[in-house]
Structures are given as C-alpha cells and as structure tokens.
T-cell receptor
Framework: AQKITQTQPGMFVQEKEAVTLDCTYD???????LFWYKQPSSGEMIFLIY??????QNATEGRYSLNFQKARKSANLVISASQLGDSAMYFC??????????FGKGTRLHILP | NAGVTQTPKFQVLKTGQSMTLQCAQD?????MYWYRQDPGMGLRLIYY???????DKGEVPNGYNVSRLNKREFSLRLESAAPSQTSVYFC?????????????FGAGTRLSVL
C-alpha cells in the first residue's frame, strides 16, 4: 500500500538550532512528488517545499531543504536556524501517479526560546 | 486573492442530519480534493476529482458523497451524519500532473456531530 510515515509525533528544539523532520514513503510508482506543509495553530496549511522523484538535486526554499534519498525512500525536511515562529505541525505528503495526494500523520515541532 | 473558499467554517449537527460542505476555487485548477483531519491521524483523503464530472474514492470515503458541479466547485455531502464524522474538513485544489503543482487549501470546516 502506498503510504507516508512520519515517526516523530513531537519534537522539542532549541531556537537557532537546525532540525530534521523525518519522512519515509512507500510507493510502487516510478513518478511521484513529495511535499512538506506547515500547519500553525491557526489551522491553515502552508506549502513549504517540493521534490520530484526525478529531481537529482535536493530541493531548497530559503531555510528549508529536503534531504531526498530515493533508494531509502526518505524525504526528510531540514529547517536551518530554527525560529520561534517555526513551532507548528508539519506534514509530509506524496502525490502519487494517479494524482491523488496522501499525507503522513504529522510531527508537532516545538521551538524553545 | 480568494483561492479556495470553504463554507461553512463551523457546523454542529445532530446524529442522522444531513448537510453539504461547499468548496470553490478560482485558480482554474483541474484537481480538487476533500480531506478530513483528526487528532493523531493527519489528513486523510476522502474523495478526489480530476476534472469536472469525475470523482474517485480516497482512503476514507464511507459515509460521504461528492459532486463536482463544474470546474470551480466540489461539494461534500454527509447524508446521515454520525459522531465518527466529527472532524475538521479541508478542501484543496491543484493543477494536475507531477510537476511542482502546489496544493492550495481552504481554511477548513470544523464539524461536530452530537
């Protein structure tokens, strides 16, 4: 079955430290896309970063980077120099070959001052 | 700058009542989605629509029906609400295909079934 696994229900990180949020996926599709979304306490879903299965370079968007290891089927999100405003729920998602997008259960990140 | 608009924002139903959650997008996207979000479960796909007139089941379709009225609108109907359907519902849209087609979300509908 195609699925997304986020094994860290919650994380606590000191402000200004880097943080890695884990995501592994399972798919038999050759073509797929991987996303990370942020959901602050206000509830909206905010797109952070995208990685295509054929992209050779790891995606980066400002302080966010995606550590894509295709053979291991992992797509970890790295946030450099964390800020208090990074405290939120983070979801990993995958666009499958049939265009459906499925999500992991999320990781709640707490940034400590 | 409307993006994806969901109505209503909040709703309380009694068991057995019916209701329709409305969703409209103004970005000319082909693909639209309905998800439910429950604590500890992430977002689970209820239904998906690739284009006007087409719908497909997701992970948790039981108890729901959908209608893709036109390219803009994708509604979710609960025919006989049950307490297990208490959740936050999100509608989303995106362009089709495997390029960097970002999924845009509505603000969500918080539904309680008593």
């Amino acid at each position: 079955a195609q699925k997304i696994t986020q094994t860290q229900p919650g994380m606590f990180v000191q402000e200004k430290e880097a943080v890695t949020l884990d995501c592994t996926y399972d798919t038999s599709d050759q073509s797929y896309g991987l996303f990370w979304y942020k959901q602050p306490s206000s509830g909206e879903m905010i797109f952070l970063i995208y990685q295509g299965s054929y992209d050779e370079q790891n995606a980066t968007e400002g302080r966010y980077s995606l550590n894509f290891q295709k053979a291991r089927k992992s797509a970890n999100l790295v946030i450099s120099a964390s800020q208090l405003g990074d405290s939120a729920m983070y979801f990993c998602a995958m666009r499958r070959g049939d265009d459906k997008i499925i999500f992991g259960k999320g990781t709640r990140l707490h940034i400590l001052p | 700058n409307a993006g994806v608009t969901q109505t209503p924002k909040f709703q309380v139903l009694k068991t057995g009542q019916s209701m329709t959650l409305q969703c409209a997008q103004d970005m000319n996207h082909n693909s639209m989605y309905w998800y439910r979000q429950d604590p500890g479960m992430g977002l689970r796909l209820i239904y998906y629509s690739a284009s006007e007139g087409t719908t497909d089941k997701g992970e948790v379709p039981n108890g729901y029906n959908v209608s893709r009225l036109n390219k803009r609108e994708f509604s979710l109907r609960l025919e006989s609400a049950a307490p297990s359907q208490t959740s936050v519902y999100f509608c989303a849209s995106s362009e089709r295909g495997l390029a960097k087609n970002i999924q845009y979300f509505g603000a969500g509908t918080r539904l309680s079934v008593l």
